[in-house]
């Protein structure tokens, strides 16, 4: 349709057909903010409750679309969200920048380039074309040389010409509805209303005077163009990124005077002499999103120059003002914003920004999907070209060795116990109430280092520990990634890039503790293995629930087999109660008498009835203690114990004993994911007593 307008319009009424499409509805005038806001909240159906450390939140699914996209950061985008909506709404958020502040490695970086990457795609589809205009056929008006054609610096928008054409607003008003505008429209466009950038302004004014007034002279001048999209170019999305002070410039940010132009200007004092496009900020100023990077690692009059973005939304250069409209998005890391704190003089721009405090990620669940993401989607080889395995508990390993770095210390709860809290998982008898009370406190320290998941090993840390484990001569040798070798490469890392002695106390600590979890990982993998079934822990561990409802069930017969539905295949399931089984399990739990017995089965039962109504899938393999009792019982009544299965693997001398590993072996390769090389260290670590408990 729009096509068919230019024909019959000519390219010379081409402001005229963009204000009929805007008008139609089949081009848009918004600004920045809105086009963000409309972005994220548009499809109603992208936005899902969420739970997250026992509080309630939401979800934003925009952000977790594409290959690789954003984990976590529930509460940094809930932030980014709202203030984006208040801005959109001409909130006090309009005038501020969003700033991004933690450690190195947590994302910050990643979610910003995630979001322009995002708002490019949306910007580029046709119903959201961003336009802007050029003024053509300058050598009829004369002084600009060889410049026949000059677009708008700052790619503003063609409505905002539309309601600068004439002196008075009276005049643009009538213009606008001339062409078709209504009363509620015209209203929804000056709130959007900006006056023309200096060179725009001027050139426009030259035109007028040119054409003696006459509008319809006047916008054969005037040609409507799309605005390019390009990442390599910085339009619509720009980056600028802190330099040292001596190569960086304001003239970076908002460009400088052009030798090149003033060969063919004939005024001197033609604002169109500043070659704004040489700075960052003008090629996002229509509608673009400006991307800080280190913003307060910069020299002073640099962030200065911010500052004046950010409060006035121009760009400023020897008196001539260009208005921008643009999102302002910055990061920085803890130290450097403390250094910049100390300088008391530096207030105004702090008080310009919504500052929002980026933890590390603390949920060991998502943190699996990190890992993947750092661990690579493409093949590994050696550095002889052939394949490299990757052993299944490495992921594990390394997410709960990070994560349990994040976990800071309290009175109220492990660090395992706040791990399997914070992913949601069971944590014995503490509850996700405990948790949110131990975030309140710890998020209410004026130290921010001290605060929920702002301390740990960041995702860099762990893509080293990655790179340590690829280069060791046994992962080449062996053509496997094992696990068991991480925690050595975790080691490296915290000794060779964590600075501060205590937090060094502290990681290794908390990697004695992953260690142990690491252990008991294996010991359901060895079952599993022994009993050549991939499931065969759960199943047992299941079975052992399931005995606990069933004992006190009203229609329990003499020859005490329950028939219980199973949430899964909604089928009748007949099951016999091991009273011995459940006593044993218990016992190694260090459940001596009745009472604590009977109130951790009423704990479980709880569990058990909440977890069926919103997961019917819940296998209680979160539970490590509830997993490590029923995986000894087992091994204990099928091979005499742990110790004895340990010594029929160790001692292979006779056939007995060789058939066992042997198949053992072969379950691991063909059934759970194991390599040769990482099935015989597995089996070769649970022979020794390391990391035992």
């Given at each position: 349709m729009a096509k068919k307008n230019e024909n019959n319009a000519g390219p010379q009424k081409s402001l005229i057909l963009h204000l009929e499409n805007v008008i139609s509805g089949e081009r848009r005038f918004e600004n920045v903010f809105q086009s963000v806001s409309r972005m994220i909240l548009e499809d109603q159906k992208k936005i899902e409750k969420a739970t997250v450390n026992g509080r309630s939140t939401y979800d934003f699914k925009i952000f977790r679309e594409g290959k690789k996209h954003i984990i976590g950061m529930f509460d940094e985008i809930n932030s980014f969200v709202s203030f984006v909506k208040d801005a959109a709404e001409s909130g006090s958020s309009a005038e501020m920048a969003y700033v991004l502040i933690g450690e190195p490695g947590n994302g910050k970086t990643f979610f910003v380039d995630f979001l322009c990457k995002a708002y490019r795609e949306f910007i580029s589809l046709p119903q959201n074309k961003r336009y802007t205009f050029s003024f053509k056929n300058l050598d009829k008006i004369g002084g600009y040389g060889k410049i026949t054609s000059i677009e708008s610096q700052t790619f503003e928008d063609p409505m905002i010409l539309a309601m600068n054409l004439f002196e008075t607003k009276a005049e643009n008003v009538e213009f606008l509805a001339k062409n078709g505008a209504n009363e509620k429209q015209i209203e929804k466009f000056y709130k959007n209303y900006r006056p023309l950038g200096a060179c725009t302004y001027y050139i426009f004014n030259q035109i007028k005077n040119h054409c003696s007034g006459n509008i319809d002279k006047m916008l054969d001048f005037i040609d409507v163009v799309p605005v390019q999209v390009s990442e390599s170019r910085g339009t619509i999305t720009g980056k600028y990124a802190a330099k040292d002070k001596i190569t960086s410039s304001a003239v970076d940010l908002l460009g400088e005077e052009s030798y090149s132009r003033l060969l063919h200007i004939a005024e001197t004092d033609n604002p169109y002499r500043f070659d704004l496009r040489r700075g960052a900020l003008a090629r996002v100023a229509g509608g673009g999103i400006h991307f800080a990077d280190e913003?307060?690692?910069?020299?002073?009059?640099?962030?200065?120059?911010?500052?004046?973005?950010?409060?006035?939304?121009?760009?400023?250069?020897?008196?001539?003002?260009?208005?921008?409209?643009?999102?302002?998005?910055?990061?920085?890391?803890?130290?450097?914003?403390?250094?910049?704190?100390?300088?008391?003089?530096?207030?105004?721009?702090?008080?310009?920004?919504?500052?929002?405090?980026?933890?590390?990620?603390?949920?060991?669940?998502?943190?699996?999907?990190?890992?993947?993401?750092?661990?690579?989607?493409?093949?590994?080889?050696?550095?002889?070209?052939?394949?490299?395995?990757?052993?299944?508990?490495?992921?594990?390993?390394?997410?709960?060795?990070?994560?349990?770095?994040?976990?800071?210390?309290?009175?109220?709860?492990?660090?395992?116990?706040?791990?399997?809290?914070?992913?949601?998982?069971?944590?014995?008898?503490?509850?996700?109430?405990?948790?949110?009370?131990?975030?309140?406190?710890?998020?209410?320290?004026?130290?921010?280092?001290?605060?929920?998941?702002?301390?740990?090993?960041?995702?860099?840390?762990?893509?080293?520990?990655?790179?340590?484990?690829?280069?060791?001569?046994?992962?080449?040798?062996?053509?496997?990634?094992?696990?068991?070798?991480?925690?050595?490469?975790?080691?490296?890392?915290i000794l060779d890039y964590v600075q501060d002695s205590n937090d060094r106390i502290k990681y290794f600590n908390d990697l004695k503790i992953a260690k142990g979890l690491h252990r008991k990982n294996i010991m359901t993998t060895i079952f599993n293995a022994y009993m050549d079934e991939p499931n065969a822990v759960e199943r047992d561990v299941m079975n052992y629930v399931n005995m606990i409802i069933g004992i006190d069930a009203k229609n329990l017969g003499p020859d005490k087999i329950w028939t219980y539905r199973d949430p899964q295949t909604n089928k009748l399931i007949p099951l016999k109660i091991d009273e011995t089984f459940i006593n044993s399990v218990e016992e190694r739990m260090g459940l001596k008498n009745e009472e604590q017995k009977q109130s951790y089965r009423t704990t479980v039962a709880k569990i058990y009835g909440q977890k069926m109504i919103t997961d019917p899938n819940y296998n209680f393999m979160d539970n490590n203690d509830l997993v490590k009792a029923v995986t000894d019982v087992r091994l204990k009544s099928d091979v005499a114990g742990a110790g004895s299965l340990v010594g029929a693997l160790s001692n292979r001398t006779n056939e007995e004993n060789q058939k066992l590993y042997n198949r053992m072996i072969d379950t691991m390769v063909n059934k759970l994911g194991y390599c040769t090389t990482c099935a015989q260290k597995t089996i070769e670590y649970f022979c020794t007593q390391d990391d035992a408990n």
């Amino acid at each position: 349709m729009a096509k068919k307008n230019e024909n019959n319009a000519g390219p010379q009424k081409s402001l005229i057909l963009h204000l009929e499409n805007v008008i139609s509805g089949e081009r848009r005038f918004e600004n920045v903010f809105q086009s963000v806001s409309r972005m994220i909240l548009e499809d109603q159906k992208k936005i899902e409750k969420a739970t997250v450390n026992g509080r309630s939140t939401y979800d934003f699914k925009i952000f977790r679309e594409g290959k690789k996209h954003i984990i976590g950061m529930f509460d940094e985008i809930n932030s980014f969200v709202s203030f984006v909506k208040d801005a959109a709404e001409s909130g006090s958020s309009a005038e501020m920048a969003y700033v991004l502040i933690g450690e190195p490695g947590n994302g910050k970086t990643f979610f910003v380039d995630f979001l322009c990457k995002a708002y490019r795609e949306f910007i580029s589809l046709p119903q959201n074309k961003r336009y802007t205009f050029s003024f053509k056929n300058l050598d009829k008006i004369g002084g600009y040389g060889k410049i026949t054609s000059i677009e708008s610096q700052t790619f503003e928008d063609p409505m905002i010409l539309a309601m600068n054409l004439f002196e008075t607003k009276a005049e643009n008003v009538e213009f606008l509805a001339k062409n078709g505008a209504n009363e509620k429209q015209i209203e929804k466009f000056y709130k959007n209303y900006r006056p023309l950038g200096a060179c725009t302004y001027y050139i426009f004014n030259q035109i007028k005077n040119h054409c003696s007034g006459n509008i319809d002279k006047m916008l054969d001048f005037i040609d409507v163009v799309p605005v390019q999209v390009s990442e390599s170019r910085g339009t619509i999305t720009g980056k600028y990124a802190a330099k040292d002070k001596i190569t960086s410039s304001a003239v970076d940010l908002l460009g400088e005077e052009s030798y090149s132009r003033l060969l063919h200007i004939a005024e001197t004092d033609n604002p169109y002499r500043f070659d704004l496009r040489r700075g960052a900020l003008a090629r996002v100023a229509g509608g673009g999103i400006h991307f800080a990077d280190e913003i307060f690692k910069n020299k002073r009059d640099l962030v200065q120059v911010y500052l004046g973005v950010i409060q006035n939304r121009t760009i400023e250069i020897e008196g001539f003002k260009w208005p921008l409209d643009t999102l302002i998005i910055a990061t920085s890391n803890n130290s450097e914003f403390a250094r910049f704190l100390e300088e008391k003089e530096q207030a105004p721009i702090v008080d310009r920004c919504r500052l929002t405090y980026m933890s590390h990620n603390t949920n060991f669940q998502l943190q699996k999907e990190l890992t993947s993401f750092s661990l690579g989607s493409l093949e590994k080889t050696t550095f002889a070209g052939e394949k490299l395995h990757i052993d299944p508990n490495l992921n594990y390993g390394i997410s709960v060795s990070v994560v349990l770095s994040r976990m800071p210390s309290s009175d109220k709860l492990t660090p395992v116990e706040m791990m399997k809290l914070a992913a949601g998982e069971v944590a014995g008898e503490k509850s996700i109430r405990t948790l949110a009370e131990v975030i309140d406190d710890l998020n209410r320290d004026p130290d921010i280092t001290k605060r929920f998941g702002q301390k740990g090993l960041g995702h860099r840390n762990l893509g080293r520990a990655i790179q340590i484990l690829l280069e060791r001569s046994e992962t080449q040798e062996g053509k496997c990634m094992y696990a068991g070798d991480i925690f050595k490469a975790l080691e490296s890392v915290i000794l060779d890039y964590v600075q501060d002695s205590n937090d060094r106390i502290k990681y290794f600590n908390d990697l004695k503790i992953a260690k142990g979890l690491h252990r008991k990982n294996i010991m359901t993998t060895i079952f599993n293995a022994y009993m050549d079934e991939p499931n065969a822990v759960e199943r047992d561990v299941m079975n052992y629930v399931n005995m606990i409802i069933g004992i006190d069930a009203k229609n329990l017969g003499p020859d005490k087999i329950w028939t219980y539905r199973d949430p899964q295949t909604n089928k009748l399931i007949p099951l016999k109660i091991d009273e011995t089984f459940i006593n044993s399990v218990e016992e190694r739990m260090g459940l001596k008498n009745e009472e604590q017995k009977q109130s951790y089965r009423t704990t479980v039962a709880k569990i058990y009835g909440q977890k069926m109504i919103t997961d019917p899938n819940y296998n209680f393999m979160d539970n490590n203690d509830l997993v490590k009792a029923v995986t000894d019982v087992r091994l204990k009544s099928d091979v005499a114990g742990a110790g004895s299965l340990v010594g029929a693997l160790s001692n292979r001398t006779n056939e007995e004993n060789q058939k066992l590993y042997n198949r053992m072996i072969d379950t691991m390769v063909n059934k759970l994911g194991y390599c040769t090389t990482c099935a015989q260290k597995t089996i070769e670590y649970f022979c020794t007593q390391d990391d035992a408990n």
